[in-house]
């Protein structure tokens, strides 16, 4: 990753290797004394996307730690290729960085190891936010179709993804919210103004664009996640005892809803979220994106340790 790279207006990384007993991963942490959140990134993804992720968090009130998962960008495959040593990969991280306790925020394919870790280290977790996130059997959606998949799943794909994002945003957004969503063509057309016309919707969507390029560092670990995510049916979810919130979009095609519910419905006492009319990207591209931002934030805050 390039040193110092600003991700959103004012966020830079500084990204970092830390050899652990299971392995080296990359990670970036921000300054300060607040309690910790980790950002547990989706696939084509890593560090730069975890830190674009938490976004709406304020780094003067947390501590955002961004690691990339194996397989992507710095961190390798061989550190952790179950979502059980990926987790410990995580628990491995804070015991180098002397960090007791973290809250974690997970998405999409970042959903099952964000779960195994709380599953796994229930001491180490103080809350958990799941946006979107895979809590079972998962493979690529029919939403998005072969040509799609090609073009989001391949280095050449993703350099001309970026290109029309920053020539024609527009035309960017008819293909992310026709793959990511069950929307009819007059919501997909209302999504796209919402996205033109908020300053903060149009920042992410760019940020997030970028943080799928270069494909080929990222690849390995997608295609590890979907190589195991097809052999799930459930994951272990009556397990986690850390105040949970489940949030997910009621139109999402990519990562369907009932993975949502399956989630809040088997972890004890969980709080759920559903963003109406959202798509997978429905927490940061839709008209109720601010309302599932401030709850997400409230619930953080009220179970923020002392």
Known sequence: MELNKELLPGVFIDPRIMETEMGPIEYDLTEGDGPVVLSCHGGIGGMDQARVMVGWLDPAEYRLLSPSRPGYLGTPLDSGRTMEEQADLFARLLDALKIDRTAVVSASAGGP???????????????????????????????AGPIAQAIFTSQLGQKIIKMIGERKPELFLQQLFTAESYFTK?????????????????????????????????????????????????????????????????????????????????????????????????????????????????????????
């Open 113 to 143: 190891p964000g779960y195994m870790f709380a599953l796994r280290h229930p001491d180490r977790v103080w809350a958990l936010v799941a946006i979107d996130s895979v809590s079972g059997y998962y493979d690529l959606p029919e939403t």
């Open 186 to 306: 007059e919501q997909i057309k209302a999504h796209i103004d919402h996205v033109l016309g908020a300053p903060e919707a149009l920042t992410f969507m760019k940020a997030f664009m970028e943080t799928m390029n270069p494909y080929n560092p990222r690849k390995p670990g997608t295609e590890n996640d979907m190589a195991i995510y097809r052999e799930y049916t459930h994951l272990p979810l009556e397990g986690i005892r850390c105040p949970t919130l489940v949030v997910h979009g009621t139109q999402d095609s990519d990562v369907k809803l009932y993975d949502g519910v399956y989630a809040h419905e088997h972890i004890a006492g969980s709080e759920r979220f559903w963003i109406e009319e959202g798509s997978h990207l429905g927490f940061w591209l839709s008209p109720n994106a601010h309302t599932a931002q401030a709850a997400a934030r409230e619930f953080l805050k009220r179970h923020r340790p002392e």
